[in-house]
């Protein structure tokens, strides 16, 4: 199993262009997450799915979109980068809610504004 | 809101040593406390669950409690080795399905 994929590994956006981050499990996991991570900072939650077609807001949802058309996809969208966006981007599953289990991390997107 | 601190934002601890992080959090205690390793340029990986009920859980040379009275959790790693250097992270429950963690404590093993 690949567990949680992420494409690209490392992006360099200008300001003002738009992006998507790709993130696909092979897990059946019904649970899906957006994380960002900045230096010295824990994990802050942008998005999370319960199953496809549900979506809903985490901490800090502001200058992102996300759509969940399948089991296995969970893109995030940048519409208009910021340099306030600039940080690692990291999807996670799990099975169900997260009371139960654990998450399982792909290995981050590392995106630059410029 | 909850909020959720790891003491140490670094530790450092000779090979064989046992080394200790911390996880305070602040309101209502948790269900459950994770622990996650995270190594330079990669995802989080899970290495353990504590629910609210149990006192201490094992799992190799891997060691955590978890005192409801004092708020905190202590990750404990015996026999330490250089391997064992990586970012530690503490996460717990919010209301639902949302997952907070810390900072995380980024641990130095030296032979």
């Known amino acids: 199993n690949a567990g949680v994929t992420q494409t690209p590994k490392f992006r360099i956006l200008k300001i003002g262009q738009s992006m998507t981050l790709q993130c696909t499990q092979d897990?059946?996991?019904?649970?899906m997450y957006w994380y960002r991570q900045d230096p010295g900072m824990g994990l802050k939650l942008i998005y999370y799915?319960?199953?496809?077609?549900?979506?809903d807001k985490g901490e800090v949802p502001n200058g992102y979109n996300v759509s969940r058309s399948t089991t296995e996809d969970f893109p995030l969208r940048l519409e208009l980068a910021a340099p306030s966006q600039t940080s690692v981007y990291f999807c996670?599953?799990?099975?169900?809610?997260?009371?139960?289990?654990?998450?399982?991390f792909g290995d981050g997107t590392r995106l630059s504004i410029l | 809101s909850q909020k959720i601190e790891q003491n140490s934002e670094a530790l450092n601890i000779q090979e064989g040593k046992t080394a200790t992080l911390t996880c305070n959090y602040t309101?209502?205690?948790?269900?459950?406390l994770q622990w996650y390793r995270q190594d330079p340029g990669r995802g989080p990986v899970f290495l353990l669950l504590?629910?609210?009920?149990?006192k201490e859980k094992r799992k190799e040379r891997l060691k955590v409690t978890f005192d409801t009275t004092l708020k905190q959790s202590l990750f404990h790693i015996t026999a330490s080795q250089p391997a064992d250097s990586a970012t530690y992270l503490c996460?717990?429950?919010?209301?639902?399905?949302?997952?907070?963690f810390g900072k995380g404590t980024t641990l130095s093993v030296s032979s």
């Open positions: 996670a599953s799990n099975d169900r809610d997260a009371m139960d289990q654990p998450q399982h």
């Open positions: 897990m059946n996991h019904n649970y």
């Open positions: 799915s319960v199953g496809a077609g549900i979506t």
């Open positions: 309101n209502y205690s948790p269900a459950y």
């Open positions: 504590i629910r609210e009920n149990e």
């Open positions: 996460a717990l429950n919010q209301a639902g399905t949302a997952l907070i």
